[in-house]
């Protein structure tokens, strides 16, 4: 049974409507990248996962239940990070861990057991003394992460939590976002860094309230070129290269075949095809080109910035 | 399983009971103004509060030599208590030009002539000028200079009275002289009256007839006519009928007596004139003019001062202030922080964010307010007539209404700035429509009905129950708290569970 699955969800504000049929199944153990512009809809969709708005239309279903119906004990099994720091700036680090320990019903051996962890895990543990509007805005959003893990949820919804954080941070959270899911954990992240999508186990990309494409994130490179790219690095005269190019247009596995001409670095050539599985096609690729001069094909990883462009274009 | 869930709903509801107390005592700024605050506008109120009657300053205008100045001459003293009299002016521009400048209040014209004007028929007119913009304030000088007229036409009444009782006096006199004459002729119609008189009557009567006779016959004897025998006979003729017509008014009486001689007139007369001169009241002058004397006996136990009689009411609106700017903010402070967000996906229910912000500000609200209760009552000597216990129980049912009250408009509010908006809003229609600044029972619809919705209604006049006429909390002020309670909580409950949109 997934964590989460929604089928058809419609959210509508007054006359606007903000997701538009989303269908979505969150597996067990994974994270799943919610990954769009800024006003796509991905707080709107958190926030109906989680029970705090009801759909409009559709059908919601996290643990198998309508999240908006969930009792205390289905809210126990959530954690939620929330996009921006709610916690109290009056109060210390382990104060707020404190209160919110004390929320979810864990009993006082518990709460000092899981609260000390939870700060660990977030490296906050020598600033627990330290009233949390004096601490430094990566320090907020770890204590808030904290917050969000401190009763150990099963599954755990994150909103933008790198959002604005230096490159360095970044990478810090998603590392706990990984240890988290190796502690059995499912994770729902949104962010509006495209690049974050490859820490994802699966990713959706949505744009303007409609899940573009759906998948982990090797599937939304095929999905966004249209197979796997090969990056091809040849030398000769420009006119040479593409003789030799238009021999790979009738290879069966190679989709697409696309000079790049502004590359060009005097007798060097580059050239990007896309092939529908790289590993069978390699070889038919040499072999069609056998005679020219092959400096180099590599696999190519295209950036998520693109593979995102890619998706969006594709779908408006 | 019900004990459980009632032990972790109340685990929660002490969570957030906690969380409010430490993000309070955090801020030691607020928990200073929380409680300086209150203290320090109350002793300010109380040591700055005018209980004396305030009198105005006037300058007197009045033209030199008149009639008027004899008048303000012979009645000046009046015009000193009335006033801080500060002179005399000839020009009434003049004086005008000082009260524009604000360094006089009142300007009193006194007409030059006022007893012509009188004789004429007509009230003659003492003008006093002023300038106030406070109609309900600002009436000192208008109440002063009333005052004054009544005080002059007393004066002037009282001082005609007794010449006209001194002169009705000296009439009564000479009446009474007028009387003892009478009584005596009275005396001597009575005595003409006697047997003994009409004894004495009848011999005369007897004596002139033979006398006549005699002359009658001396006349007859006589050598021819003698005048001298024929006026004898006459006058002796006419003083026979004279004494027969006395003899037979004596038989009469003595009231024919009286009526013949016009003695009986002469009663009669003046028996009128003793009804229209009547008795002399025996009373003094000041009593004649003012036979009512105002005699007012307060049944309450005890009769406060004016700032006694405020600190019920600056109380009730303090705890209620306090207690609704706490309260105010707890929930859309939550919502708009996102942390209400937050609790929502939490086991965290409404009801346990209710009372668990419930119990801390109650506590908050309660601790500043009796510590302002304390210093009031011990440093200002504000007496309390009914017992402290009566006292606290009456802060501590308003300080739970206006803390219900506060969350319901916290839940109603948009965004904090609203929800401070809400709670000024509040403050300004308690001070106006609670019975603080003007008294409830002065006042028609709408107010009457909007006092019904404040806490500090209730709160003010249990308080001026309990601590100024020593009685209990009444069951129409018990019954004023626990419905705004009741209503306000399981609004802001109902409210924040229908949030979910």
């Keep these: ?316 | 399983m019900r004990s459980m869930r009632i032990l972790s709903s109340w685990s929660r509801t002490r969570a957030v009971a906690v969380k409010e107390f430490w993000d309070l005592v955090r801020q030691p700024q607020l928990l200073l103004l929380l409680l300086l605050g209150p203290v320090l506008i109350m002793v300010a109120f109380a040591l700055s509060f005018q209980t004396e009657n305030i009198l105005p300053r006037a300058v007197v205008v009045v033209e030199e030599g008149s009639e008027g100045e004899e008048l303000f001459r012979e009645y000046r003293d009046r015009f000193t208590v009335r006033t801080q009299f500060q002179g005399v002016l000839r020009s009434v521009e003049e004086a005008d030009a000082l009260l524009r400048r604000g360094e006089t209040d009142a300007v009193i014209i006194i007409p030059p002539e006022p007893s012509e004007t009188v004789l004429q028929g007509e009230q003659a007119v003492l003008r006093v000028h002023y300038a106030t913009i406070n109609p309900v304030f600002g009436t000192t000088v208008p109440n002063r200079a009333n005052g004054l007229v009544l005080d002059l036409n007393q004066q002037i009444v009282r001082a005609g009275v007794t010449r006209e009782i001194e002169n009705l006096r000296q009439a009564r006199r000479q009446f009474e002289e007028i009387n003892e004459i009478a009584a005596q002729i009275n005396a001597a119609a009575e005595a003409l009256a006697s047997e003994e008189a009409q004894g004495l009557t009848a011999e005369l009567y007897t004596a002139l007839t033979s006398l006549e006779s005699t002359l009658i016959v001396l006349e007859n004897e006589a050598e021819g006519p003698s005048e001298e025998l024929g006026t004898a006979i006459d006058r002796t003729r006419e003083a026979r009928e004279l004494v027969q017509e006395f003899r037979e008014a004596q038989k009469e009486g003595a009231e024919e007596i009286k009526a013949r001689t016009g003695a009986l007139e002469l009663e009669r007369a003046l028996s009128e004139l003793g009804a229209s001169i009547g008795e002399v009241p025996d009373v003094p002058p000041s009593v004649l003019v003012n036979p009512f004397r105002l005699e007012l006996e307060n049944l309450v136990a005890f009769e406060p001062e004016v700032v006694e009689f405020y600190v019920p009411g600056v109380l009730g609106i303090l705890i209620q202030h306090i207690a609704i700017s706490l309260a105010s903010l707890a929930i859309v402070r939550e919502r708009t922080s996102g942390a209400y967000e937050f609790f929502e996906v939490s086991p965290l229910g409404p009801g346990e964010i209710l009372s668990g912000k419930f119990l801390t500000y109650a506590g908050m609200v309660l601790a500043v307010n009796l510590a302002v209760a304390a210093a009031l009552i011990y440093s200002l000597n504000i007496p309390v007539q009914s017992s402290y216990l009566m006292v606290a129980a009456v802060m501590v049912l308003l300080t739970v209404a206006s803390l219900g009250f506060g969350f319901l408009l916290s839940a109603l509010a948009r965004s904090q700035l609203q929800a401070i908006q809400l709670a000024m809003l509040h403050l300004i229609a308690s001070g106006f429509f609670a019975g603080f600044l003007f008294p409830l029972e002065e006042m028609t619809q709408p107010a009457q009905g909007i006092s019904h919705f404040l806490p500090a209604t209730y709160g003010i006049r249990a308080l001026q129950d309990t601590m100024l006429r020593g009685t209990a909390i009444s069951p129409w002020d018990l019954g004023g708290f626990a419905a705004i309670a009741l209503v306000s909580f399981a609004l802001a409950w109902l409210l924040m569970r229908r949030r979910k949109i």
């Design chain 1, 1 to 316: 049974m997934p964590v989460i699955e929604t089928k058809n969800l419609v959210r509508r504000f007054g006359g606007t409507t903000v997701l538009r049929g989303i269908d979505l199944r969150v597996e067990e153990g994974e994270i799943f990248g919610l990954i769009g512009p800024s006003g796509a809809g991905k707080s709107t969709l958190l926030r109906t996962l989680t029970g705090y708005l009801k759909p409009t239309e559709g059908e919601v279903r996290v643990f198998g239940r309508p999240p908006e119906k969930f009792g205390t004990e289905e809210r126990r099994r959530l954690g939620v990070m929330p996009q921006k720091f709610v916690l109290y700036e009056n109060l210390s680090v382990k104060q707020n861990l404190n209160f919110v320990a004390r929320l979810y019903d864990l009993s006082f051996f518990e709460r000092r057991r899981k609260v000390r962890e939870a700060l660990e895990f977030v490296e906050l543990w020598e600033h627990r003394r330290k009233a949390a509007g004096n601490i430094s805005g990566g320090m907020q959003r770890r204590l808030q992460l904290a917050a969000a893990i401190v009763h150990s949820p099963r599954l755990l919804f994150v909103d933008e939590p790198t959002a604005s954080l230096d490159p360095i941070l970044r990478r810090r959270f998603w590392d706990e976002f990984v240890q988290l899911r190796e502690q059995g954990r499912t994770l729902f992240v949104t962010t509006q860094y495209v690049d974050e999508a490859a820490r994802c186990d699966r990713v959706g990309f949505l744009a303007n309230g409609t899940l573009a494409a759906l998948g982990t994130p090797d599937e939304l490179r095929r999905q966004a070129f249209g197979g796997e790219v090969l990056e091809l690095t040849l030398g000769g005269e420009p006119g040479q290269v593409s003789w030799s190019l238009s021999f790979l247009k009738d290879i069966g596995h190679v989709v697409e075949v696309r000079e790049d001409e502004e590359a060009a670095e005097g007798p060097v050539s580059h050239a990007r095809l896309i092939v529908d599985d790289a590993d069978v096609a390699m070889p038919q690729v040499f072999s069609a080109l056998n005679g020219a001069d092959v400096r180099s094909v590599d696999i190519l990883k295209p950036s998520f910035d693109e593979v995102f462009f890619r998706l969006v274009r594709g779908n408006s």
